[in-house]
């Protein structure tokens, strides 16, 4: 199995910037594909990135391109979200998420391709 622990989310104003952390551990090595997804109250989790297992291939949600880098650290065993210009739409919790598979035709954005998931950090976007 893999654990997956999200942290570095919190309370910002529009236009400021956050760095989420995904600590993962336990079978480290079946964590071929990560990502991060994000769910508000009463809507579907929703796809923000995804980055391969060597980090070399990303891929980002619409809403996110430009704004958000995607990034690991396979020696430290860590996933980040580095969030730019956040908006108040931005405003979800947010989840780390891992598969065992690598996608060579391309990452996956839906959660059902995922096996192991966090608990979750709170990002909250002031207007």
């Known amino acids: 199995q893999v654990q997956l622990a999200e942290s570095g989310g919190g309370l910002v104003q529009a236009g400021e910037s956050l760095r989420l952390s995904c600590a993962v551990s336990?079978?480290?090595?079946?964590?071929?594909?990560l990502a991060w997804f994000r769910q508000v109250p009463g809507k579907e989790r929703e796809f923000v990135a995804a980055?391969?297992?060597?980090?070399?291939?990303?891929r980002y949600a619409d809403s996110v391109t430009g704004r958000f880098t995607v990034s690991r650290d396979n020696a430290k065993t860590r996933l980040y979200l580095e969030m730019n210009s956040l908006k108040p739409e931005d405003t979800a919790v947010y989840y780390c998420?891992?598969?065992?598979?690598?996608?060579?035709?391309?990452?996956?954005?839906?959660?059902?391709?995922?096996?192991?998931w966090g608990q979750g950090t709170q990002v909250t976007v002031s207007s």
């Open positions: 980055v391969s297992w060597r980090g070399t291939t990303t």
């Open positions: 336990g079978r480290t090595f079946t964590a071929a594909t």
């Open positions: 998420a891992s598969s065992s598979l690598n996608y060579p035709q391309g990452l996956p954005s839906a959660p059902l391709r995922y096996d192991y």
